[in-house]
């Protein structure tokens, strides 16, 4: 079964919505806050969702443009404004629709159908999920190569891209300097082993909250490194 959010502070509209999309065999979840729609929507999982424009304090405009940074998930963006540059706007920031209100509940369950049949025919012809790490709060997009700190994307060079994501990938392992330069640098004895330490000074920095505390690159004095889980 589908699972929808709708992000709509008239509480009547939503339940109209809900009501519609529930009897066309949908699971419909409602939230009137802007805040806790865009929230949601980043950190919960749902096949499409449905946006109204005017929000209080996070609009739609702004829900869909955080979506789009982080899914591909549709987008039906809903509001009462008929303003050619607000619909110019919204599908530019890409939402996948954009209706006026008012507008006939049946029409926006044919367009929600529509919308999540042509997203899973993409699915399953083209679109090859991406290979994600996730380790409270920390996402590493190894097909993307990407990284996330609580949804906040942080610049890696190409070596500590790979150093993370090698560490990452064996958790609970420790390894020495020399076992890390040969495995990223891939070299025996050429080179100083301490850019190992300099590079993970520089993970450090960019993903440890507290650095001196670090929650996931610890340091195993007279050993090496270990990725803790």
Known sequence: MSKILIVEDEISIADLEKDYLEL?????????????????ALHEEFDLF????????????EICKKIREVKNTPILMVSAKKDDIDKIRGLGLGADDYM??????????????????????????????NEVIEIRGLKIDKTARRVYVNDEEKS???????LLTFLAQNPNHVYTKEELFRK??????????????????KIREKVEFD???????????????????
């Open 24 to 40: 066309s065999g949908f699971e419909v979840e409602i939230e009137t806050s802007g805040e806790i729609g865009l929230q949601r």
């Open 50 to 61: 449905i946006l109204d424009l005017m929000l209080p304090n996070t609009d739609g405009f």
């Open 100 to 129: 006026t209100k008012p507008f006939s509940p049946s029409e926006l369950v044919a367009r929600v159908k529509a919308h999540l049949a042509r997203y899973e025919r993409l699915i399953g012809s083209n679109m090859q999920k």
């Open 156 to 162: 890696f060079t190409t070596k500590e891209f790979d």
């Open 184 to 201: 990223i640098w891939d070299m025996e004895s050429i080179g100083d082993i301490a850019t190992v330490t300099v590079h993970i000074k």
């Open 211 to 229: 650095t001196t505390n670090p929650q996931y690159i610890e340091t195993i004095w007279g050993v090496g490194y270990r990725f803790k889980m």
